[in-house]
């Protein structure tokens, strides 16, 4: 087993996870406007949404690996470039950070809880990232490749489930301090960059 690479795995979920996107900008602004417990209610939507998506790249990719280690190489590659894409991406978006008070209706925690789960399980850009990034991080050469995909989705869950949690519970703090400190996006955003490439350089390294 190479804890080398579940340690940079963890830094690499944490870093994204802090990184603006469309799912903790939404539990900041639930928590923000409904309160703490309607941004956690999101939270364990989302992540539970993860579970099927680690089941997806649990199955479809250790088929791969048995099938043909050269295809699984092509993924990997594959992958890499998915990475640098989004890299791309987001180097040409805007590095300002959108916080709409105004448009984030009161719900009950059920029905946020369903919404943060088909808002990751139905939104096919999370099945794309998890099948570029999760196959670089294989960390041992004789456990079952399932059990690995499930152990690498597991801390996905809880990295980005601790700190989305500490968006939700500091959200009020948070947004005073995006709002009072403007360069606060372009800093994520330079993290984002350099999170996404990194993973793409060490896919097409390992």
């Known amino acids: 087993m190479n804890l080398e690479i579940l340690y940079a795995f963890v830094l690499a979920t944490a870093a994204l996870a802090f990184a603006p996107g469309p799912d903790n900008i939404y539990v900041l602004m639930q928590s923000m406007v409904h309160g703490v417990k309607s941004g956690l209610a999101t939270v364990f939507g989302l992540m539970s949404g993860c579970v099927v998506h680690t089941s997806l790249v649990a199955f479809g990719v250790s088929v791969l690996i048995k099938q043909s ?5 092509g993924l ?4 890499a470039g998915y990475l640098l894409f989004l890299a791309y991406k987001v180097f040409k978006g805007n590095a300002h950070i959108q916080l709409g008070e105004g448009h984030v209706p009161k719900k009950t925690y059920k029905s946020l809880f369903v919404q ?12 794309i990232f998890f099948l570029a990034f999760f196959p670089g991080f ?4 004789s ?25 939700a519970i500091l959200a009020g703090r948070i947004s005073i301090y995006l709002k009072q400190h403007k360069n606060t996006g372009l800093v994520l955003k330079w993290l984002q960059i350099v999170v996404f490439m990194g993973i793409a350089a060490f896919l097409l390294l390992k």
């Open 69 to 73: 280690p050269f295809l699984f190489t």
């Open 76 to 79: 990997k590659v594959v992958g």
């Open 116 to 127: 943060g789960f088909f808002m990751n399980v139905l939104n096919p850009k999370v099945s």
């Open 138 to 141: 294989l960390f041992s050469d």
């Open 143 to 167: 456990m079952n490749s399932v059990w690995q995909f499930y152990i690498l989705g597991a801390i996905f869950i809880v990295v980005s489930f601790i700190i989305f949690a500490f968006i």
